[in-house]
C-alpha cells in the first residue's frame, strides 16, 4: 500500500488555477522528486499535504496510509508522521539546539544529525535556537531536526528547506538516512540534478503531473521541453 496518494487534487487561488487533476504515489521509503518550474503550484502542494491554514482543496483526496486527510489539522497531520521544513524556521526562545535535535527523540543523537547538515556539533549544541542564528544556519538546524524525528513522511520544498545550501553528497547522505529510518521524501525541487538522486522523479507543468518514472529520464524531457521558459504547449508522457 503506498504511503501517500493524491487524486485527483484540485486547488485554486481565487479565480486562478493552481492544482487541477493532480494524481501521485508514494510508497514507503521512496523519495520522489517533483519538479517543475516557478509558479507552477510545488510549494502549494507541500501546504496542501501539510495541511497549512488556508489551504484546503477543491475536490480530490489526500490519502495518507489508507486514510483520507483532507479535514485533518495540521497538528493532526504531524501526529500521523507528516512533516516539512518551513521557509522561515520556528525561533524557540531560551531551548539549546541540542534540546531542540532531542524533543520528540530523546535518543537521537544531535551532533551526528548536525554533522549530516554540515554542521559542526562543537559550535551549535549549546546555542540557542533563536534571533542569534542566522537564516541559513536555522534552515540546516530544521533539516536535522526533521531527521532526528524519524518521520513517517518528509516534505522538502528545496529553497524552504536548507537542502540547497548542502553539497550534493551532503544531500545524498541525508536522503540516505531518511530511507534507512524507512521514513518516505517528497523532494520538491527546480533542478534536475537535485532529482537525481531520487528513486522516482515526476513532473508537474501548469497543475498536474505530466511525466512520472526513472528520474534521468524525467530530468532530461524536462530540460528538452525547456519547461524553465514553458509556453504551455501540452506536454506528451515519457
Known sequence: MSILEIKKLVYNAGDKKILHDFSLTLEAAEVNALLGTNGTGKSTLAYLIMGCGGYKPLSGEIVFE????????IHERAQLGITMAWQEPVRFEGISVKDYLTLKNKEANPSFYLELVGLQPEFYLQRMVDKSLSGGERKRIELASILALNPRLAVLDEPDSGIDMLSTQDIINVINV??????????????EEIAMIADRASLLCWGKIVCSGDPEKVAEYYKSRKCLTCDREV???V
Request: glycine share 8%; with cysteine; proline share 0%.
Open 66 to 73: 489508507g486514510r483520507i486527510i483532507n479535514d485533518l489539522k
Open 235 to 237: 506536454c506528451i508522457s
Open 178 to 191: 531518511f530511507k534507512k529510518n524507512g521514513s518516505s521524501v517528497l523532494l520538491i525541487t527546480h533542478r
